[in-house]
C-alpha cells in the first residue's frame, strides 16, 4: 500500500533497495557462519526479513537500509518489533525443533560504503 506522496516508481526503488540490502545481509551471515534457513519469510502477522541458524542458535534478523546508522535503528520501531515477534512466535509454531535452540532478534544495517553490521539481541520480544 502506498504512503501518501509516494509514487509507484519510488514504490519500486524502495522494493529494489531492500531485496538488495537482504541479499548483503545473508551474504554477510553466511560468511560469519550461519546458515540461512529463510528468507522473506511470510506469516499472517507479518514478514520477517532472514531467519539464520548458527550452532544452537536461531536469529531472527531484520534488515534495514539506510543513508545512517541511526536511521537504520530508528526505523525498526516498537510496531515493527511487535510484528516480527509474532511471525517468529508462527515459526516457532510451524518448526517445533526450534524451540530447543536459543532464540534471538538480531538487526543487520546496511550503510553506503560500509560492512554489514549486525547487532545481536537488538530488542526483546519473548514474553
Given amino acids: 500500500m502506498a ?4 509514487n509507484s516508481e519510488t514504490r519500486r526503488k524502495a522494493h529494489a533497495l531492500g531485496l538488495s ?8 551471515l553466511r ?10 519469510y511470510k506469516t499472517r502477522a507479518g514478514e520477517i526479513d ?6 544452537k542458535t536461531v536469529a531472527f534478523v531484520e ?4 543513508g545512517t546508522r541511526e536511521a537504520a535503528m530508528e526505523a525498526v520501531t516498537p510496531a515493527s518489533q ?17 524451540g530447543f535452540f536459543t532464540l534471538r532478534f538480531d538487526v543487520i544495517i ?3 560504503w560500509a560492512l554489514p553490521e549486525r547487532i545481536e539481541n ?5 514474553e
Fill in 3 to 6: 504512503r501518501p506522496g509516494q
Fill in 21 to 28: 540490502a537482504e541479499s548483503r545481509a545473508a551474504w554477510y
Fill in 31 to 40: 560468511l560469519t557462519g550461519w546458515r540461512i534457513l529463510k528468507r522473506r
Fill in 50 to 55: 532472514l531467519i539464520a541458524k548458527k550452532r
Fill in 63 to 66: 534488515v534495514k537500509a539506510r
Fill in 82 to 98: 511487535k510484528r516480527i515477534a509474532r511471525a517468529a512466535k508462527i515459526f516457532v509454531a510451524e518448526h517445533p525443533r526450534a
Fill in 110 to 112: 546496511i550503510c553506503p
Fill in 122 to 126: 537488538a530488542f526483546e520480544a519473548w
